[in-house]
């Protein structure tokens, strides 16, 4: 795991990480640091807009989150519903003309893509780690086990 590009923005409490997708396979884009401040880390599929476009929309889910306009989504996603987002409502400053609607969950510490970016050993901490996956919608298969399992693969 030591050849994995970090983004480490200067205003940020977290890392991301990105395969570099030179391999047969990748893993997801994923925040570290999250949890050191009682947030859950946030992941996306590695193929849906490569390193550099994932880390700014996951930059832009962390600062929708974290917005006092927002009250309430942060807890509503962890509460089991899944909120979608226009790409321009995501982030008016970097995506005002973005065509995407984008999704985000709460996703199990079993769910392959967490195991696949953060390891087995998450599922055991204490407090308990979460995780909130962002997917584009009408890419459902980034939600399931099977398209992360073994890594992703194009």
């Not at 925040?31 to 996306?44: C, K, S």
């Not at 849906?48 to 962390?62: K, T």
């Not at 600062?63 to 996603?77: D, R, T």
């Not at 999704?103 to 199990?108: A, D, N």
Request: net charge negative; charged share 20%; glycine share 8%.
């Amino acid at each position: 795991m030591l050849n994995k590009p970090c983004f480490i923005p200067e205003v940020y409490p977290y890392i991301i990480e990105a395969d570099p997708l030179l391999e047969d396979t990748a893993y997801p884009t994923h925040t570290h640091g999250l949890y050191n401040v009682g947030l859950p880390e946030i992941l996306m599929d590695p193929l849906s807009f490569g390193g550099e476009g994932n880390g700014q929309r996951i930059n832009s889910a962390y600062n929708y989150f974290i917005n006092p306009k927002n009250a309430g989504q942060l807890e509503a996603v962890l509460d089991g519903q899944i909120i979608k987002l226009p790409g321009p409502v995501l982030d008016p400053k970097y995506m005002p003309n973005d065509r995407y609607v984008y999704c985000l969950r709460e996703v199990s510490p079993h769910f392959e893509a967490v195991r696949l970016a953060y390891g087995n050993d998450v599922a055991h901490l204490v407090p308990p780690m979460r995780f909130i996956q962002i997917w584009v919608d009408g890419d459902d298969f980034a939600l399931t086990d099977e398209y992360y399992r073994g890594g992703v693969t194009e």
